[in-house]
């Protein structure tokens, strides 16, 4: 087995991530054959026209269509596969355990697959499962479906994936790490070579299964780790007059053993990721036996951020019913149209059912949030539009077009109270009542 014979590339699963895989190993000239079981995806991809909105991606798709990527929903095509992504969703259960249905179903049809091609494939795990699951469920799966043996006739390996909405285009391309799970056999080798290759100069960790799957899980509690103790500070020095937090997070940030990423604070983490993978571990260490105190106070924290913005709210407003209310961004973050457990949603819900009217702006997130909320709420293109008539603002996710919001901008305001969830306007003389999260009130 040499290098070389690596060219042919199957990726199961064309979401964010799948979808990032796919572009970029077609526009590094590899034959890829991008697969989803949703047909319309399949065809919009084809067309280059993408489920979702994520910068480069469109851009990066377009240059691999252009090359060598295959878009369909024909699984036989990984017949020729030398190696196989599986990228995949493992969404959240009610309990807070992953949804393995859809990781099941297609390492059932791969091993199928394998069971009629000469390759000896290696299979790349990508999804985010708990540990134990590839040695547990996946490898059974493969095994019995393709009337194979793992490590003799096909590799299987944990590769978690840690590219960041908004970035995963870059993340993609530059990793800050590869971690690659599984026994030590002539797959692994080939692996190591073929992603030094992919990344020269990123740390290659090699372990075992149960290790790789737990790095995922480590990096993102972290995260929501940092997340939540910043926003409980923030809670703190917003009442302590005169208190910033964005000071504060800025010079511990300086310090190296704690860095300055993630220290944000706001109204708290959502997406697809931090929530559901907190919220897997938990389950996780419950069933384990392991009481997950600090990852459950993470998990609290984070809850109550929302609950806070409405007190502060029915602080300024009084009783909200029939206010008009205005919410400035949906999406999760910034750059993307993703609003899985978003906060802004989660705030809406609870608005609604204190029967206030709500209106919300998004420069990329509306036909999103239209599938949540349908008529319930209003829907606005424009910053004026949603701020006219309006008794309170929450700035909610720092888009950029928001930075740019002064006196004009809210003179048509029912009445001027503004919640600024991102300190986005916290330099500005503005004519209204502003509360900024993590701000003590003088
Ligand atoms: P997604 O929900 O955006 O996309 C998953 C895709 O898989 C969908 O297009 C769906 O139609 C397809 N699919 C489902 N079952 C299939 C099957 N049997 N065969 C073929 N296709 C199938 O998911 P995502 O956000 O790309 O995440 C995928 C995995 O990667 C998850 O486990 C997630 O936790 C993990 N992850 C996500 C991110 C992120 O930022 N989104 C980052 C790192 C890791």
């Known amino acids: 087995m040499t290098l070389g014979e690596i060219m042919n590339i199957g990726v199961i699963g064309l979401g964010f991530v799948g979808l990032s895989i796919s572009s970029v190993l077609a526009s590094k000239n590899y034959n890829v054959v991008g697969i989803d079981i949703d047909k319309q995806k399949c065809s919009d991809i084809r067309n280059g026209v993408l489920p979702l909105f994520e910068p480069d991606l469109e851009n990066t798709l377009r240059i691999g269509l252009k090359k060598?990527?295959?878009?369909?929903?024909?699984?036989?095509?990984?017949?020729?596969?030398?190696?196989?992504?599986?990228?995949?969703?493992?969404?959240?259960k009610s309990n807070g355990a992953i949804e393995l249905s859809m990781i099941k179903k297609a390492t059932t049809t791969i091993g199928q697959i394998i069971r009629k091609s000469k390759k000896n494939s290696i299979i790349f795990i990508k999804s985010t499962v708990v540990p134990g699951t590839t040695q547990n469920v996946i490898l059974p799966i493969l095994e019995k479906e393709s009337g194979k043996k793992v490590n003799r006739d096909f590799g299987v390996i944990s590769n978690p994936e840690f590219l960041q909405e908004s970035n995963a285009i870059r993340d993609t391309k530059y990793p800050h790490a590869i971690v690659?799970?599984?026994?030590?056999?002539?797959?692994?080798?080939?692996?190591?070579?073929?992603?030094?290759?992919?990344?020269?100069?990123?740390?290659?960790?090699?372990?075992?299964?149960?290790?790789?799957?737990?790095?995922?899980?480590?990096?993102?509690?972290?995260?929501?780790?940092?997340?939540?103790?910043?926003?409980?500070?923030?809670n703190i020095c917003q009442n302590i007059p005169g208190t910033n937090i964005d000071d504060i997070a800025k010079i511990i940030g300086l310090d190296p053993r704690i860095g300055k990423l993630f220290l944000n604070a706001g109204p708290g983490y959502g997406g697809s990721c931090l929530p559901k993978d907190i919220n897997a571990l938990i389950n996780f260490a419950n069933k384990i036996g392991v009481n997950p105190i600090l990852l459950n106070a993470v998990k609290n924290t984070n809850r109550e951020q929302v609950s806070n913005i409405v007190s502060l709210m029915k602080?300024?407003?009084?009783?909200?019913?029939?206010?008009?209310?205005?919410?400035?961004?949906?999406?999760?973050?910034?750059?993307t149209d993703d609003i899985r457990d978003s906060k802004s949603i989660e705030l809406i819900k609870k608005l609604l059912k204190n029967k206030a009217k709500i209106i919300i702006h998004d420069p990329k997130a509306i036909e999103n949030t239209k599938k949540i909320f349908g008529e319930k709420i209003l829907y606005t293109k424009s910053i004026a539009?949603?701020?006219?008539?309006?008794?309170?603002?929450?700035?909610?996710t720092h888009w950029k077009q928001y930075d740019t919001l002064n006196n004009n901008s809210i003179k048509h305001m029912n009445k001027k109270n503004i919640i600024d969830c991102r300190r986005v306007l916290v330099k500005k003389e503005l004519d209204a009542k502003y509360y900024a999260i993590g701000i003590g009130k003088n």
Do not use: W
Request: charged content about 15%.
């Open 68 to 92: 060598k990527l295959t878009i369909s929903n024909n699984f036989s095509l990984i017949k020729n596969c030398d190696i196989i992504f599986v990228t995949v969703g493992t969404p959240q």
């Open 315 to 335: 602080k300024i407003l009084g009783d909200i019913t029939s206010k008009r209310i205005t919410i400035l961004g949906t999406a999760f973050k910034p750059n």
């Open 180 to 234: 690659l799970g599984g026994k030590q056999s002539k797959y692994m080798k080939k692996a190591k070579m073929f992603f030094s290759k992919m990344h020269p100069n990123v740390p290659i960790v090699i372990t075992n299964f149960q290790t790789a799957e737990m790095i995922k899980y480590a990096n993102n509690s972290f995260l929501a780790t940092k997340i939540s103790f910043i926003n409980q500070l923030s």
């Open 385 to 396: 539009d949603a701020l006219n008539k309006s008794q309170c603002v929450i700035i909610m």
